[in-house]
Every structure is written in structure tokens, then in C-alpha cells.
């Protein structure tokens, strides 16, 4: 999550703050990246208000441009170009305090060594006062050989003294010449790094050209791929008219089809209808013959039962009466008639539920 104190756009430097009288703090910083060819500052604000107006000029998805991407360029660009710029502040900077200094220790040795210098003048004017004092005292007296002897060493340690200085401003001279030298080595960074930062801002200058080109290309494919659109959308506009149209039609004789199939469907269904009740009249008329039929059958069967029930008792009388017969016939004749007459009353048919005799 970003860190809401910081600029809307870059997410690096922190928003402006509202002045003395209060408010609530700016959405962007106010970081410098640039100056555009009219004097005009280049700040978040403005790069992100070139970043809505390309958004709304070519939209999110345009094909073969992405504003995030240019955005992040810039951005990126602009990050190199700041470490730049304040390498190039700090440079200035330091260069100039080391100038100031360099100078500032030139006046000193110059001083240092006017200094000497008069120090020396007097020093020699000094000696030659003590040579002329010694001379002096020469004639007079040993009092004035102890001034001479000290005039002497005043005037030697004048000289040392002398002599020092001139070494102080041979050193500071040295110095002076390490300062130029480093000078001009700051210089010569200096304009390397200028070039350098001349260089990537032509390359990226020439990199943001090419992405313009290609924007507009992008903007130009869009426009033509809108005019395909719209020529595609009319001729399947078109198409879709012809399909309805012989979809309408097919449907209209499905329908006609449907409605003689219909039709003919309630001709033979009334046909077969009037077969069925025909048929069902013939059935019914065939039904109550062959229940008649039935019903006389079952008569006669019962008859022929009835018949064929007398007939096997009569054979079985039959039987036995042969059986008898023939068993008389066999047996002696004294008592013929009696067993004859005996077997045909046992066989008999009954009449009434009695035996007749003949």
C-alpha cells in the first residue's frame, strides 16, 4: 500500500504542505524534473495531467501504445536525470566552497607573505641600523658591543623569520597550484557528467518521439479498424436481413406443410374412425351369432352327453345280456328259460324307476 504523504504521481517525494494558513496538503510534491522549451517548469502535476490526457485521447488498450509504460519511462528517466542534476548542484557546490577556500588561503599566504616580506624590510632596514649602531659602538665601548651582538641576533632571527615566510608562500603557492589542478579536474567531471546528461536526455527525448510516432500509428490502425468495424457490422447487419428473411419463408411453408399434413392426418383418422365403428357393428353382429351359436352348441352338447350317457348304459346292458346269454348257452338247458328270463329282467332299462318283465 502506498504511503499516502506522497506524491500521487512519482510516490516518492512527499506532498505539498499547506502553507501558513492551514488547508489540506497538496496531492502532488514539487519536484522539479525539467524545463519544457517555453521556460515552463516540468512537475507531477503537470506530467500527470498529460497522462489523463493521453488516457482520454487514446483510451487504456490502445494496440501498440501503453501511456503506463511512456509514464514509467519518464519517470524512470527522470530519476536518472535527477541524481544528475544533484550531482551536478553538489559539484557546483563543493567546487565553489573549495574555490572560496583555495582563495581564501591564497589571500592569506599573500598576506602571509607581504607580511614577511615587510618583516624582512624592516628586518634588513633593522640590520643595517644595528651594523651602523655597532660601528658606533665599536668606537665607544663593550656596552656597545653587547647592543651590536644583540642587534645581530635580532637581525638573524628577522632573517629566519624572513625566511620562513618565503617558504610559507611557496607552500601556499603549491597549494594554490593543487587547487587549480583540482579544479580543473571538477570541471572536467562537471562537463562530463553534463554530457552525459546531455546525451540521455537526447536519448530519451528521441525514445518519446518514437512512442509519439507510434502512438499516432496506434490511433491511426484504431481509426481504420473502427471504419472495418462498422463495414463488418453493416454487411452482417445485411446478412442477418437475407437469413430472417428465408428463415421467415421456410418457416411459412413448414407451416403450409404442416397444416396439409394436419389435414390429411384428420381425413384418415375420420376414414379409419368410420372402418372402426363398421368393423365394431360387424363384430357385434358376429358376436351375438356366435353366442346363439354358443348357446345352441352347448344344448346339444348337453343333449349328446345326455344321449351318449344312455347309449354306454345300454351297451353295458347289452354286454351284460350277451355275457349272460352266452354263459346260459353254455351251462345245461334244464333251467334256459329261467336264467334267460332272469337276465333280461336284471338288465332292463328301467321305465319310471321299475323293471317290466316280456
Known sequence: MSDPGLCRYCRRHPR????PRGGRPGEYCTTVWAVDERGREVTCAR???????SFAAYGPAMPGLDVAAVGRDVSRAL???????????ALDERLGAEV???RARVAEAEAAAADAEARASAAETSAAAAEVVAAEAAERAEAAEARAREAEERAASERTQAQRAIADRLT??????????????????????????????????????ARATEAEAAHARARQLE?????????HHEDLERLRARHDQALAEEREKHRQARDEHDQRITALR??????????RDRITELVTTAARAEAAATEARTTARTSEAAAARLGALREGVLTAL?????????????????TAAPVGGEGHEG
Open 172 to 209: 601556499a603557492e603549491g597549494e594554490i597550484r593543487q587547487l587549480r589542478e583540482r579544479l580543473d579536474q571538477v570541471e572536467t567531471e562537471q562537463r562530463q557528467a553534463a554530457e552525459a546528461a546531455a546525451a540521455r536526455i537526447e536519448e530519451l527525448a528521441a525514445a518519446a518521439a
Open 47 to 53: 506530467l500527470d495531467e498529460a497522462d489523463q490526457i
Open 274 to 283: 368410420e372402418q372402426h365403428e363398421t368393423a365394431l357393428a360387424a363384430a
Open 100 to 102: 572560496a577556500e583555495a
Open 16 to 19: 505539498k504542505q499547506p502553507g
Open 227 to 235: 471504419t472495418d468495424l462498422r463495414d463488418l457490422a453493416t454487411q
Open 79 to 89: 530519476a536518472e536525470i535527477t541524481p544528475l542534476q544533484r550531482t551536478l548542484t
Open 330 to 346: 353254455a351251462e345245461p338247458a334244464a333251467d334256459l328259460s329261467a336264467r334267460l328270463r332272469a337276465l333280461l329282467a336284471g
